[in-house]
């Protein structure tokens, strides 16, 4: 029977992407052949001891489905019949004693299942001990150990993937030595049970938070770090959209998909769900596009604000924007390397950039709106506003178009910040700003107060020269500040920067009081 699907000519026809948010595996699984790979030798090779993997990334990057892909789906118990993966999510534990307990039970369901003659009166002992909710935390333990032991000992090879791994923050706080519990499960080549975990934190973090006594334990994983996809793996997950590979659209699509999602494959996906939704037969046609991220846009600000959201939490928020933003106050040269590791940023020739450029509009919408800017936000908004009040006096509230007409030299660079005001009024809304000002750098705002300099000059006092050589210094410092290169400024010039700032501070404060 032919599925219905209520396009025209479209009979048979399925959305590739209409699980999007759901675990991807299987033949939809695209790309992270590297981390496939590190997974594969550390928990499925048939090694004495298996390897504790910790896999870790941005929300809704892949974690989970990189887990369940290697060692979740049937093809995989077909490949490696001998193997039990257990799969928990940690969020949905109420204690310590709950999780042992139900990895016991799912790996003797797993066993019963398989028909296998292992099942003896040890084995059924053990597990019942461990079902035994009188029993205390620490038999519990030896009573989970020899379990497993006898499970190695039988020829099986117990894996358990705990999944949302960040909750084991506020689960294992009440039963100090959970983490101790699940490392002698891991590294103890009695039983040689796998342990892998997805978070969206480090390991460190994890700990720390929740028993900072217990700091072997990260010790023994290794962090695999999922990030966006490459232009390969993103070329692959959009050759999956029906007619992709042969569409006249399909170049000018991936810049535009690589500008709003950067890569991002659960972006991504959103996207080209949406995409095949309107137009079943040729997805990428520019129209389609335009509508599709627009209907998402709701979409990606939850995104983004549940983002921000985990990195304020962490206390990364401010890092990050001190990196891609400036002023770079408190960042780090280590913390910048961190954020790019983690995959929430790129480098991009001789400056960092976030993940996506439509990121990185909502993380400048934040920054412009965030008071910690310290000294020189101060600074520049009060410059912004000198140059705007003056020019209203002057040529009146209409002043933007009358530049355009005096100044013709001055129209591309009017041009390129009403150009970046629309893009972030689209992607924002109410949220982003009106003020064309507020979209300019020091250099742009000595332009147009040396094209006017009868009426700034005026206010200023000094001449243009003097007044030259301080944004020189302004623009030439601000720059490397924003973008995390404060290496190529000498202290010299970092003490004319705040010297000036304090000057402009105190020459246009009364002015626009």
């Not at 118990?77 to 109420?94: F, G, M």
């Not at 129209?287 to 990364?316: K, T």
Request: charged fraction near 30%; glycine fraction near 6%.
């Amino acid at each position: 029977m032919k599925k219905e699907t209520g396009y025209p000519g479209t009979d048979g026809w399925e959305n590739p992407f209409a699980a999007v948010g759901h675990p991807v595996y299987g033949k939809n699984h695209v790309g992270r052949l590297g981390d496939t790979e590190v997974l594969r030798q550390r928990i499925l090779q048939p090694s004495a001891v298996a390897g504790a993997t910790a896999i870790v990334g941005p929300p809704r990057i892949g974690k989970s489905s990189l887990a369940y892909h290697m060692l979740m789906r049937p093809e995989v118990r077909e490949q490696y019949p001998q193997l039990l993966p257990v799969w928990i999510n940690v969020r949905t534990q109420e204690s310590s004693e709950r999780l042992l307990r139900k990895l016991v039970d799912e790996l003797w369901t797993m066993i019963e299942e398989s028909g296998a003659d292992i099942v003896d009166a040890p084995l059924s002992r053990r597990r019942e001990r461990v079902l035994d909710s009188t029993r205390d935390w620490a038999e519990l333990q030896d009573d989970t150990q020899q379990f497993l032991k006898l499970i190695r000992r039988r020829g099986w090879k117990a894996v358990l993937i705990l999944d949302e791994f960040d909750s084991a923050r506020e689960v294992f706080k009440a039963r100090p030595g959970t983490f101790q519990a699940l490392r002698e499960i891991a590294s103890n080549p009695e039983w040689s049970i796998g342990l892998v975990t997805t978070s969206r934190r480090e390991l460190r973090e994890i700990v720390d938070r929740a028993d900072p006594v217990e700091s072997t334990f990260p010790g023994i994983f290794r962090e695999i770090y999922v990030r966006c996809f490459d232009s390969r793996e993103i070329a692959e997950l959009v050759d999956r959209a029906p007619g992709a590979s042969t569409s006249p659209w399909l170049a000018p699509f991936l810049a535009k998909l690589n500008r709003i999602t950067g890569g991002h494959p659960y972006l991504a996906s959103m996207l080209l769900d949406r995409l095949c939704t309107l137009a079943p037969v040729d997805p990428l046609v520019p129209e389609s596009i335009d509508v599709a991220i627009s209907d998402m846009r709701p979409a990606l600000q939850h995104y983004y604000n549940d983002l921000e959201a985990l990195l304020r939490a962490d206390g990364r928020f401010l890092s990050l924007l001190e990196v891609l933003m400036g002023p770079q106050i408190t960042a780090t040269q280590e913390d910048a390397e961190r954020l790019l590791y983690q995959g929430l940023i790129r480098a991009d020739g001789t400056r960092y950039r976030a993940f996506s450029d439509d990121f990185e509009d909502y993380l400048a919408l934040v920054g412009r709106q965030s008071d910690y800017w310290s000294s020189w936000v101060a600074v520049e908004t009060l410059l912004r506003s000198f140059v705007s009040g003056t020019l209203t006096d002057e040529l009146g509230a209409d002043w933007l178009n009358k530049v355009r007409k005096q100044r013709p030299k001055l129209v591309s660079l009017l041009d390129s910040w009403e150009m970046t005001r629309d893009r972030e009024i689209s992607s924002f809304g109410d949220r982003a700003s009106r003020e064309i000002l507020d979209y300019t750098y020091p250099h742009d705002l000595y332009a147009l107060i040396a094209s006017y300099w009868e009426y700034f000059g005026k206010l200023l006092g000094r001449d243009k020269k003097y007044w030259n050589d301080r944004f020189e210094i302004l623009s030439k410092v601000r720059n490397p500040m924003a973008h995390n290169r404060m290496s190529v400024i000498t202290s010299a010039e970092r003490g004319l920067f705040h010297a000036y700032c304090d000057e402009i501070q105190e020459l246009l404060t009364p002015i626009h009081r």
